[in-house]
């Protein structure tokens, strides 16, 4: 277990927030556009869970200017380069 909790660090929550608000969505546009409560995003946010592939890849569909690879790994910039 303790090599689970060292590997939350690893991913941050602030990588999607600070994305979400490069965007300008709100937590609770995005939950109601991905028909998700707003507390799974939170949760994450916070650092207490991660967000499975299959959500990452829907927000990605849905902000396509939205760099995954900030919200995965903080690398780069919240958006996409133009």
Known sequence: MA???EKKTNIQGKWLKEALAAQEVSVYRLAK???YSREKFYRHIGNKTYLSSE???????KFPTMNMRYVLTGEGTPTMPK
Do not use: D, F, K, V
């Open 3 to 5: 090599g689970r909790r």
């Open 33 to 35: 556009e991905m028909g």
């Open 55 to 61: 959500s990452l890849a829907e927000i990605a569909t």
